[in-house]
Nanobody, 131 residues
Framework: EVQLVESGGGLVQPGGSLRLSCAASGFTFSTYTMAWVRQAPGKGLEWVSDIGSGGAYITTNYADSVKGRFTISRDNAKNTLYLQMNSLKPEDSAVYYC??????????????????????WGQGTQVAVSS
């Protein structure tokens, strides 16, 4: 059974940092493209970042709203996905979800990552940025 368990969320002041983790199990983590998607209160799902499955060079992509502030990474030995979030803003407040592609080495568009009918979702972790 595929499991994605996010952690690391919490309350932080503007300008602060958090690191989210997603512990994956039930599949060969190293072969799947992964992503982070968020949902702010009262808003739709928003793709944040994704990371390729590996090899000599792992591709990463970021939404313009987080580029330069967030860093996605993965530790295939620990089956864990990360999102380092720096210089946090109130508009970053959201539930952050870990996402897994439906098939190995499959790349999704940013619109595919917010579809709920493909791939797998974690339960989410809440991030609140407020003074």
């Amino acid at each position: 059974e595929v499991q994605l368990v996010e952690s690391g969320g919490g309350l932080v002041q503007p300008g602060g940092s958090l690191r989210l983790s997603c512990a994956a199990s039930g599949f060969t983590f190293s072969t799947y493209t992964m992503a982070w998607v968020r949902q702010a209160p009262g808003k739709g799902l928003e793709w944040v970042s994704d990371i390729g499955s590996g090899g000599a060079y792992i591709t990463t992509n970021y939404a313009d709203s987080v580029k330069g502030r967030f860093t996605i990474s993965r530790d295939n030995a620990k089956n864990t996905l990360y999102l380092q979030m720096n210089s946090l803003k109130p508009e970053d407040s959201a539930v952050y979800y870990c996402r897994k592609s439906a098939n190995p080495r499959t790349y999704y568009s940013r619109t595919d990552w917010v579809r709920q009918d493909i791939g797998s979702w974690g339960q989410g972790t809440q991030v609140a940025v407020s003074s």
